[in-house]
């Protein structure tokens, strides 16, 4: 129904949301930028915004300053962040792309089959963090029993959990966790695409490998494009799985295995600087709206220049 | 009293999209009345405006004597069949018909009774209790009707009803839309595109173009007399032929690019000698040219197609850029392609439209 | 190519098919497998000695070490509560966003798609400053109670529901919403007597995620509780773990536990759940 009038209906029906969404999304993110204007320490805290203003002295501290203690462990936080984030957001589309046109037929179990695929998403990520953290020990883990005793992959057991091999020790359950529901959705996208496509293609000789990267491919490119930035957008938060992998919960994860969100929650506990964690917590935020900007500005230029 | 009035309606959305300019008819009680026009005209939005589904930005709508204006929907004494007849999924047939009574409180005896009455007269009372989903096109469609006659309205608003289903049921919904008319005797609106059903149907037919009224009468008057060059060529298949010209002088004639000279029976008083006019007739009525025939044209066939009862030859006269269309009984004459032909232009069927499109009147 | 082909490779694509169904379910069985074990057993890595019986007592025991009963009760209420509420506000709001046109919409729709660019956690200490001043300033405590938790759980994850709701939404004839209104109803009763029954699929799938999403929440039911009548399994995962020590068994058995309910939820919604992301996807 058309409104006439001004007509409140729509009004009421967001208002819940709306309120919402100011209170625990906008209220935070104002005081957020403001705290990181402030001097906020295990001292002040107590004045909480009402504290010294130091202007732009945290940002100073963060990015210039190397021996504050929010930059130990920032530099490596950043580089594994962002290697993490590349490594799971493309191998998650990659596999689940590839495992949806593995499924992209008819056959005896087909529900069944895509039901099960997609348990790993189903398992909750601090489970993951904790089963996997088990499945990387060194000596009753899993993995290297598989590897080393059974596929005489490796001659020796591997720390999987220190040193750079827990850069992979991170990545690999992501990934497990991720590619599930990148599959039901490149499966969705599959099959709308027209079987018709297809048939004129092999009636012209060409071959199937050339069908997937002719017709199929560019065809999922905008969807491929707009999971990546979920992906990406998903993976750069990452929390829960170091948390609970690591010392028992609540260790360190090492140089390699550092990310973002959990240095700056740790550091921040441990050394109360909320003033300089607010600021990173602000460049963080920047820098992702500035990729999800560039992100879509240049997906739809692609769009339009193809029509 | 259900008649429908339009008094100067218009509607926009914005100021400079207009969608519906100074519509001004009324609509008598108990005629089945047909909104015909192409993709976009309007004649859906009116409908809608109607039925109170659309703002009505100027003008007035009165229904039953009553301005409706701003009336709520379900209180203006309508019912509307939508194209996709917009059954609700989740409810039964039983229940898709009874919606709106219960909506209005009527008691469980009465929602059963005139329930029942209605799947009677469409004869779906054997599908009461089933879900549209298990439903034909066809069946679905009746349901659509038959929601819409259990609330016993004083105006049935129709949405292109016909256009989701294949052509020969089509056909068959049409004929029994007729004897639903005579049988209820209730004010009908019909909103379509295909002029073949506007002529079977109406009893008038309301022309639209571009939001405007172009022509507003039974289907023969706008069939014999049509008011402008957009209702000529919309009514009536094969289209009607046009012709190119300038208006002779002295004479209601058009004087063709090769100095043919072609009369028609038309006033052309209020028209200019030396003005662009336009000849147009019907297929039905060009026929083959004998000796006594002096409005005449010389043309070769280039395509000829047998329909059984029909056959329809296209024919290129030197000078004219669109072939003609010939329509000639089925067996009349052996024609075919390439045959050299003159073709006949019998003055009484030849209509003369002026440069702004616009009709002289014809004369019997 | 020749029928006999066709039949191998299509043997050949299940077999495939089947191998990444059990591959990808290994680590959850081996969870599961290591639930059950002796936990000499597991620091041995011997689980897979099946002579040995299964340790059903491995449950008892964590069930006993861990205050296991309360972690699950308070997630169960939060998690199901926050989802009812999720479900009905993302509804409402999809649907004003789905099919209505007013001022402020677009604004609307933009400030959803950047809360989630700038998750919760991000700023984490206003709000629990937030939670703590509306505690002593107005006297309603935030931190450490349900509806404090409940209140942010539906605060989160309602945005990210409306997009998946509006989706469906969408897809909706207008025609089934103006036959209504021609009927008699409201806007109001049509919304509720005739979209919402049609979009049921829809609303069952939305309101899984999210109580697949609130289930696995563990930062803020970390910082936001301190006593055990209000921690969540995650919480209660993390707290203990350092006294499970070697014992895997045992924690292997609180990780199972934690799954078995958002298994079941997925299990009993699949079919609504897998044709709704399909659905909201290929949109994009």
């Known amino acids: ?307 | 009293m259900a008649s429908v009035s339009f008094k100067n309606i218009s509607k926009k959305y914005s100021e400079d999209v207009s969608v519906i300019k100074g519509v001004d008819f009324t609509i008598e009680d108990g005629e089945f009345v047909v909104f015909v026009g192409p993709s976009g005209c309007g004649k859906s939005t009116l409908l809608r405006m109607v039925a109170g589904l659309e703002d009505i930005t100027g003008g007035e709508i009165h229904i039953g004597g009553e301005l409706a204006n701003d009336v709520h929907a379900s209180q203006r004494g309508i019912a509307m069949v939508f194209q996709s007849y917009a059954l609700y999924p989740h409810m039964s047939v039983r229940q898709n018909m009874g919606f709106a009574l219960k909506m209005a409180g009527r008691p469980k005896a009465e929602i059963e009774e005139r329930v029942g009455k209605a799947a009677d007269i469409l004869q779906i009372s054997h599908l009461l209790d089933r879900k549209p989903k298990a439903l034909s096109g066809g069946q679905r469609q009746r349901v659509a009707i038959g929601r819409a006659i259990v609330r016993q309205p004083k105006v049935f608003l129709f949405d292109e009803p016909l256009s989701n289903l294949d052509a020969s049921l089509r056909q068959n919904m049409r004929v029994e839309l007729s004897k639903l008319h005579r049988e209820l005797g209730t004010t009908m609106i019909y909103v379509t595109h295909d002029q073949v059903e506007a002529m079977t149907l109406a009893d008038r037919i309301v022309v639209f173009n571009g939001g405007v009224v172009q022509q507003v009468g039974s289907p023969l008057e706008l069939y014999d007399r049509p008011a402008n060059l957009f209702v000529a060529g919309f009514l009536g298949a094969p289209k009607m032929n046009f012709l190119q010209g300038k208006l002779a002088s002295g004479s209601a004639a058009i004087t063709l690019p090769g100095d043919e000279h072609l009369p028609a029976a038309a006033d052309v008083a209020r028209g200019t000698a030396g003005r662009d006019v336009t000849l147009g007739i019907r297929p039905e009525h060009l026929r083959l040219a004998e000796e006594s025939d002096a409005a005449a044209l010389q043309a070769r066939v280039t395509l000829v197609e047998h329909l059984g009862d029909q056959m329809l030859a296209y024919l290129k006269v030197a000078g004219i850029a669109e072939d003609l269309c010939m329509k000639l009984p089925g067996h009349a004459v052996k024609l075919s392609y390439g045959d050299q032909v003159r073709v006949a232009f019998p003055p009484q069927q030849c209509l003369l439209f002026d440069h702004a499109g616009d009709a002289f009147p014809r004369i019997q | 190519m020749s029928k006999k082909t066709n039949a191998r490779n299509a043997a050949l694509l299940n077999l495939l098919t089947w191998a990444l169904v059990v591959l990808t379910l290994l680590p959850i069985l081996w969870m599961v497998l290591s639930s059950l074990r002796n936990y000499s057993d597991v620091a041995n890595g011997n689980q897979l000695d099946f002579s040995e019986p299964l340790q059903w007592q491995n449950y008892r025991d964590m069930w006993i070490n861990v205050d296991f009963f309360n972690f699950f009760k308070n997630s169960l209420i939060i998690c199901s509560i926050s989802t009812l509420f999720a479900t009905i506000s993302a509804t409402c709001a999809a649907y004003a966003l789905a099919r209505f046109r007013f001022r402020g919409s677009s604004s609307v729709s933009v400030g959803i798609s950047v809360t989630q660019v700038i998750p919760g956690m991000l700023f984490f200490l206003p709000l629990y400053m937030l939670y703590r001043n509306i505690g002593e300033s107005w006297g309603m405590p935030m931190l450490d109670t349900y509806h404090g938790l409940i209140f942010l759980y539906v605060a989160l994850f309602t945005p990210a529901s409306i997009w998946i709701m509006r989706g469906f939404f969408v897809s909706i004839p207008r025609e089934l919403e103006d036959a209504a209104v021609i009927d008699g109803c409201s806007r109001f009763g049509a919304f509720v007597r005739i979209v919402l029954p049609i979009s049921a699929p829809g609303i069952i799938a939305t309101a899984t995620f999210i109580f697949l999403l609130a289930w696995d929440e563990l930062f803020f039911a970390w910082t936001l509780t301190s006593s055990s009548s209000v921690q969540t399994i995650p919480v209660g995962i993390r707290l203990f773990i350092g006294q499970f020590q070697q014992r895997y068994d045992l924690m292997m058995a609180a990780a199972t536990v934690s799954t078995v309910p958002v298994l079941a939820a997925f299990f009993a919604c699949q079919r609504f759940f897998v044709k709704g992301l399909s659905a909201g996807a290929v949109k994009g």
């Not at chain 1, 209170?23 to 403001?34: D, K, R, S």
């Not at chain 1, 048939?199 to 069908?211: H, M, P, R």
């Open chain 1, 1 to 307: 129904m058309r409104a006439r009038k001004f007509d409140v209906f729509p009004y009421l029906l967001l208002l819940p949301a709306v309120l919402m969404m100011l209170a625990v999304n906008l209220t935070p993110i104002v005081q957020g930028l403001y705290m990181s204007l402030l001097k906020l320490n295990q001292y002040t805290l107590s004045q909480y915004l009402d504290a010294p203003f130091i202007g732009l002295e945290n940002y100073r501290r963060v990015l210039l300053e190397s021996h504050s203690p929010i930059r130990a462990g920032l530099g490596f936080a950043i580089r594994n962040t962002a290697l993490y984030t590349l490594v799971v957001s493309v191998l998650a589309i990659v596999i689940g792309l590839g495992v949806a046109v593995l499924l992209n037929r008819d056959f005896r179990g087909k529900g069944l089959a895509r039901t099960l695929l997609l348990l790993p998403w189903v398992v909750p990520s601090y489970v993951v963090g904790t089963l996997w953290g088990f499945m990387w020990q060194r000596d009753v883990g899993i993995v290297n029993t598989v590897l080393v005793d059974w596929l005489h992959l490796l001659d020796e057991r591997p720390f999987w959990l220190l040193g750079s091999n827990s850069f992979w020790a991170i990545v690999i359950p992501t990934v497990w966790r991720a590619w599930p529901v990148m599959m039901l959705i490149f499966l969705a996208a599959l099959q709308a695409i027209p079987e018709d496509q297809y048939e004129a293609a092999t009636l012209d000789g060409v071959s199937k490998w050339k069908q997937f990267l002719h017709i199929t491919l560019p065809t999922l490119k905008p969807v491929i494009v707009i999971q990546f930035m979920f992906q990406v957008i998903d993976n750069v938060y990452s929390y829960n799985i170091v948390s609970m992998m690591f010392g028992n919960g609540a260790g360190h994860p090492g140089e390699w295995a550092d990310l973002l969100m959990p240095l700056l929650t740790r550091q921040s506990f441990s050394y109360w600087l909320f003033g300089q964690g607010a600021a990173v917590s602000f460049v963080m935020m920047v820098l992702m709206l500035l990729f999800v900007g560039i992100w879509m500005a240049s997906f739809k230029r692609s769009m339009i220049s193809e029509e």
